[in-house]
């Protein structure tokens, strides 16, 4: 079956910028999670959704970070007014359930901000 | 506060080594999960096992092998007679039930298995 996908794979804005980055999860998967993932460092979490939800947010650095679900599958990470620090791969992971099921992760989207 | 530390940073063995990697973890939670993820050089994130804190049983999975230790907090890993595919980065992660649904992930050990 079709695991996580997770578009555009690379993404290249300006400063300043609004960017969307888009995640398919494994169909049925009512978890899904962002990460953010910087060169050398494990990925780090931004937000978690069960079902349309956000269960925990906790993890978006600032209100420029903002995600979406709104029919319980496919999720949209919004970004305003990227910065340079921005830049990163942000990686999408979906489960079946929340609590101790395996995350399947997708192959991530790569951001760069000039 | 929960974390996750991976002292190796990267380790470099020949082909047919056995290879250990350390993952000592930080909760106060009584219930946890803890993870180990490969992510070979395409990048995608690979999920390897699962333990949860009332399990100390160590797993062996053909040449894989985990070693959970509740007493020095450590679930470490075991890869035995390693092979050039094996060259990766590994990632142990914490996941408790409380204070949210973070998965907290170590930095990484990056493995190199030369021919």
């Known amino acids: 079956g079709a695991g996580v996908s997770q578009t555009p794979s690379n993404k290249v804005t300006e400063k300043g910028k609004y960017v969307e980055l888009r995640c398919d999860p494994i169909?049925?998967?009512?978890?899904l999670y962002w990460y953010r993932q910087s060169l050398g460092q494990g990925p780090e979490f931004l937000i978690y959704f069960q079902g349309t939800g956000a269960a925990d947010d906790s993890g978006l650095p600032n209100d420029r970070f903002f995600a979406v679900r709104p029919e319980g599958s496919v999720s949209t990470l919004k970004i305003q007014r990227t910065e340079r620090g921005d830049s990163a791969v942000y990686l999408c992971?979906?489960?079946?359930?929340?609590?101790?099921?395996?995350?399947?992760f997708g192959p991530g989207t790569r951001l760069t901000v000039l | 506060a929960q974390k996750v530390t991976q002292a190796q940073t990267e380790i470099s063995v020949v082909e047919k080594e056995d290879v250990t990697l350390d993952c000592v973890y930080e909760?106060?939670?009584?219930?946890?999960?803890l993870f180990w993820y490969k992510q070979p050089p395409s990048g995608e994130l690979v999920f390897l096992i699962r333990?949860?804190?009332?399990?100390?049983q160590n797993e062996i999975s053909g040449r894989y092998s985990w070693n959970f230790q509740k007493s020095t907090s450590s679930f470490n890993f075991t890869i035995t007679a390693s092979q050039v595919v094996d060259s990766a980065v590994y990632f142990c992660a914490l996941r408790v039930n409380t204070g949210g649904f973070k998965t907290i992930f170590g930095a990484g050990t990056r493995l190199f298995v030369k021919a």
């Open positions: 169909s049925g998967h009512t978890a």
């Open positions: 992971a979906s489960s079946f359930a929340g609590g101790s099921y395996e995350q399947f």
């Open positions: 333990r949860n804190s009332f399990d100390e």
């Open positions: 909760t106060r939670d009584t219930t946890y999960y």
